[in-house]
Antibody
Framework: EVQLVESGGALVQTGGSLRLSCAAS????????MHWVRQVPGKGLEWVSL????????YYADSVKGRVTISRDNTKNTLFLQMNSLRPEDTAVYYC????????????????????WGQGTPVTVSS | QSVLTQPPSVSAAPGQKVIISCSGS????????VSWYRQVPGTAPKLLIY???KRPSGTPDRLSGSKSDTSASLAITGLQTGDEADYYC???????????FGGGTTLTVL
């Protein structure tokens, strides 16, 4: 059974840092691209970041670019999200999610759909 | 303001049909695959439709997806109270090189 389990969410002050982890089981992480998606309670889903299988290509939402780094340790089947210079607007539940399949053109690939989600880890940034 | 536009809410009676729209642009919906997700508040989203109109195992055939030009739609027929949830469309935006979600639509079965 595919499982994604996030951890690392916490209450942190504005300007602080946090490292989220996502432990994958039931599949081999190194064959899948992975997303981080967040959701402010009561609001919609907001995409945060995407990483390819070996971590060499990363993508970020403008709202987090320069403050957040996605990475992975395939030997430990774990995905990470390092968040720095945290702001109150970063308060949300953070989900890791698996890319179901890719579309690859001549020069790049992109995510076609998300087929598995973790249960989420809450991050609260206090001002 | 989401790149993909969905109506905030839709409603219909049990047994009726509802269509949730997802409006995008030539950078995203028009040229890339659209997927749909269902989320019951307090739980993680779940894939309903992928590649515009394909159903993964577990998605009933009462649900169908379609796409035309810069718009996509999710249709649900034979509405049940258990269909009440938030629904999101999503796709890749090739101009911005980002994954984008619609703002979400809350379905109420009256």
């Amino acid at each position: 059974e595919v499982q994604l389990v996030e951890s690392g969410g916490a209450l942190v002050q504005t300007g602080g840092s946090l490292r989220l982890s996502c432990a994958a089981s039931g599949f081999t992480l190194n064959t899948y691209w992975m997303h981080w998606v967040r959701q402010v309670p009561g609001k919609g889903l907001e995409w945060v970041s995407l990483v390819n299988t070996d971590g060499s290509s990363t993508y970020y939402a403008d709202s987090v670019k320069g403050r957040v780094t996605i990475s992975r340790d395939n030997t430990k089947n774990t995905l990470f999200l390092q968040m720095n210079s945290l702001r109150p607007e970063d308060t949300a539940v953070y989900y890791c999610a698996r890319v179901g399949a890719l579309y690859c053109g001549r020069t790049s690939c992109y995510s076609r759909w998300i087929d598995a989600w973790g249960q989420g880890t809450p991050v609260t940034v206090s001002s | 303001q989401s790149v993909l536009t969905q109506p905030p809410s839709v409603s219909a009676a049990p047994g009726q049909k509802v269509i949730i729209s997802c409006s995008g642009s030539s950078c995203n919906v028009a040229i890339n695959y659209v997927s749909w997700y269902r989320q019951v508040p307090g739980t993680a989203p779940k894939l309903l439709i992928y590649d515009n109109n394909k159903r993964p195992s577990g998605t009933p055939d009462r649900l169908s997806g379609s796409k035309s030009d810069t718009s996509a739609s999710l249709a649900i027929t034979g509405l049940q109270t258990g269909d009440e949830a938030d629904y999101y469309c999503a796709t890749w935006d090739s101009c911005l090189s980002v994954w984008v979600f619609g703002g979400g639509t809350t379905l109420t079965v009256l």
